[in-house]
């Protein structure tokens, strides 16, 4: 989501992180680079979407993340963000 690369949060959850501990304290966007490392080390390809602009579930009519900017984001932060 942009809203994750807008405020890049602490990570300190650890039943997320349960399989990876190493990861609690991290950044979001750590742990994410961790990850498309890991991957792409692997010779995996990493495809990004993005799919929903503010973080949360998706997929209604009123989630507001038809387009690829929001009201909370507009064309111009998702621009600047990628």
């Not at 990861?23 to 990850?35: E, L, R, V």
């Not at 792409?40 to 579930?57: A, C, P, Y």
């Not at 998706?58 to 507009?74: I, M």
Request: net charge negative; aromatic share 10%.
């Amino acid at each position: 989501s942009l809203e994750l690369l807008d405020t890049n949060p602490t990570i300190n959850n650890a039943t997320l992180l349960k399989k990876e501990p190493s990861f609690i304290g991290k950044s979001a966007m750590y742990i994410f680079d961790q990850t498309v490392k890991s991957l792409t080390d692997q010779n995996i390809m990493v495809i990004l979407d993005n799919h929903v602009s503010d973080s949360g579930w998706c997929c209604s009519s009123t989630d507001g993340n038809g387009l690829w900017y929001t009201d909370n984001y507009p064309a111009s932060a998702w621009m600047s963000l990628w």
